[in-house]
């Protein structure tokens, strides 16, 4: 069983000529099999938790480990955290001129099993997986995330999450920019690969509606840059009654 330990991480990133922390010491241990829901505020760090964890070169580590099944995530370059079992889905997709989806999704496969796929099995796996998430099949060809609708983009994150299965996948505001079918899509897709129990989640949102389709059994509340609570589902529903009020004060400029 693969095991994401975070503990007492802190991260600076560089805005207007000072550095400044975001993340404050932060704890969290991700087994496969379960779903933890991160919820917070706008503001309060949540991406910068999954590019940190994801290697983003403008994220500095300044404490702290990170460590999948014992071995040292932050000694590892983005390829390696991919190739260990890693993934990512960010808020922000980018665009990758030049690259189709097809090949895109071919490379990266290959480069995360150390081989490339067989072509005959590949095309069956990648077209009932586009046809599950209801992408159209000439999606594939298109190249990835240029001029893509914010429920495309989504929906592919939730391909490669779907084809190249993790060990640990982080989806950050997997919901955000959803109409309700395409909510329900991209959370089926994400519930499938969970079914499968090789996965650990972790599901950064700022809204409790993804939850009504993906629970979770641990919640987060993410404050200030760093986990201020810790429950199980129903802590959710406290933070869809009473929001994050009670988290902010006197923190929000910290
Ligand atoms: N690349 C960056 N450059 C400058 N400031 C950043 C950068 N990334 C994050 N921040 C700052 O860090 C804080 C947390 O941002 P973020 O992690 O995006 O929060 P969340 O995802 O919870 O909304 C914000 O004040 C944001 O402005
Ligand atoms: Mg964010």
Redesign the pocket.
Known sequence: MATLEIRDLHVT???ENAT?E?LKGVDLTVKQGETHAIM??????????A?SLAGHP??TVTGGTVTLDGEDVLAMSVDERARAGLFLAM?YPVEVPGVSVSNFLRSSATAIRGEAPKLRTWVKEVKEAMAQLQIDPAFAERNVNEGFSGGEKKRHEILQLELLKPQIAIL?ETDSGLDVDALRVVSEGVNRVRESGAVGTLL?T?YTRILRYIKPDYVHV?ASGRIAESGGAELADKLEDEGYEAYVKGGVSA
Do not use: M, R
């Open positions: 990133v560089e805005a400044k975001i917070g505020p706008n503001g309060s760090g949540k991406s910068t938790l590019y403008k994220y808020q950050d950064i700022h993410f």
